[in-house]
């Protein structure tokens, strides 16, 4: 993928998702993950993974940052960072693709590992063939959805 936009705008990225995983909650895996995400106005909002003893509960890093944004009224992102202190870059779970396909199914993504390999990639990318674009659900004569 070619970037469209100045380095300077991933390093600053980079530099939030670094950030944000030194507040990661994981005491049981001890497995550390960060995200930023740039909204269309500039603003930059990160994410870390939080666990709890009940995996199903665990919320990532990616889904945190994103929901941090939305909650502070973002509606457009245009791009992603995700690190890890891994031998390669990690990529997004199903559950933060999915959401990633319906905030930001355009959205650019870079992984990225401690020793600075990274994969430049899109959400459409990391998610062919999503579960998206359905009918709005209205009322039907019953008033029921």
Request: aromatic content about 8%.
């Amino acid at each position: 993928m070619t970037m469209t936009n100045s380095q300077t705008t991933w390093d600053v990225l980079i530099d939030a998702a670094w950030q944000a995983r030194e507040h990661a909650y994981a005491p049981y895996s001890g497995f550390r993950v960060g995200a930023a995400v740039q909204c269309a106005d500039g603003s930059i909002y990160g994410g870390c993974n939080i666990e709890n003893v009940s995996y199903g509960l665990t919320n990532c890093a990616e889904r945190t940052a994103m929901f941090q944004a939305v909650a502070n009224g973002a509606k457009e992102f245009h791009r992603m960072v995700i690190c890890a202190d891994t031998p390669e870059p990690i990529a997004p779970c199903g559950a933060c693709r999915q959401v990633m396909v319906e905030l930001a199914p355009q959205m650019e993504v870079l992984l990225i590992n401690k020793e600075g390999k990274q994969i430049f990639t899109t959400v459409e990318k990391l998610m062919p063939y999503s579960f998206s674009d359905f009918p709005q659900q209205t009322e039907n004569d019953e008033g029921d959805v």
